[in-house]
């Protein structure tokens, strides 16, 4: 049974980077039926999607995070990772790593559900 | 890109079925046949129940179903159990390889 475990620092100061690795076991990251993303839920809140990631490096992130997310993929490691720069308060939450299904409609691919999850890691942004 | 419109809470006796609806627009959930729903329990992470507007993953009971019409998108749970009773999120695939998640919906059972 395929496994994505997040893990990184559960603790940033405010105005720095983010740093997430979410490993995947019993499966393989580059297996071309699949994307992988993130998904933050800030306490008491809804889920958020953050970004997603294809085995060979393309990305593709939320408009409002865009311009401070940075997501990248180490197939020797079985691993992606993400990177939110310039932290506030708001990005504290539990962030998810999740597997995502790859789906061809009229020969076009599109990511889809989120159909496998990491157990969640809380990270709290705070001096 | 705007969140998906769900009511904030439902309730409903065992053995009874709800609905939870999801509204979006036409460059979301109009445009494609791309939406999930997603059960939370507390201090769990999410579990898929619909993909693809009406598919049901294995091991997935049949009490769950998906529809959609238009821009809004529609989970129903059939014979409710107390097990039910947790957090329901929609998603869509929103254009541009973006996906936007609905504000979620408790479900009581009382």
């Known amino acids: 049974q395929l496994q994505l475990e997040e893990s990184g620092p559960g603790l940033v100061k405010p105005s720095e980077t983010l740093s997430l690795t979410c490993t995947v076991s019993?499966?393989?990251?580059?297996?071309?039926?699949?994307?992988w993303g993130w998904v933050r839920q800030p306490p008491g809140k809804g889920l958020e999607w953050v970004g997603t990631?294809?085995?060979?490096?393309?990305?593709y992130y939320s408009p409002s995070l865009k311009s401070r997310v940075t997501m990248f993929v180490d197939t020797s490691k079985n691993r992606f990772s993400l990177k939110l720069s310039s932290v506030t308060a708001a990005d504290t939450a539990v962030y998810y790593c999740?597997?995502?299904?790859?789906?061809?409609?009229?020969?076009?691919?599109?990511?889809?559900?989120?159909?496998?999850w990491g157990q969640g890691t809380m990270v709290i942004v705070s001096s | 890109q705007s969140a998906l419109t769900q009511p904030a809470s439902v309730s409903g006796s065992p053995g009874q079925s709800i609905s939870i609806s999801c509204t979006g627009t036409?460059?979301?959930?109009?445009?494609?046949?791309?939406v999930s729903w997603y059960q939370q329990r507390p201090g769990e992470a999410p579990k898929v129940m619909i993909y693809?507007?009406?598919k049901r993953p294995s091991g997935v009971s049949n009490r769950f179903s998906g529809s959609k019409s238009g821009n809004t998108a529609s989970l129903t749970i059939s014979g409710l159990q107390t097990e039910d009773e947790a957090d329901y999120y929609c998603?869509?695939?929103?254009?541009?390889?973006?996906?936007?998640f609905g504000g979620g919906t408790k479900l009581t059972v009382l």
């Open positions: 990631i294809y085995y060979s490096g393309s990305t």
């Open positions: 693809e507007v009406n």
């Open positions: 999740a597997r995502q299904r790859k789906v061809a409609v009229s020969r076009e691919y599109f990511i889809d559900t989120f159909d496998m």
């Open positions: 998603c869509s695939y929103a254009g541009s390889s973006t996906m936007v």
């Open positions: 036409s460059s979301d959930i109009g445009s494609y046949n791309l």
């Open positions: 019993a499966g393989s990251i580059s297996s071309t039926t699949y994307y």
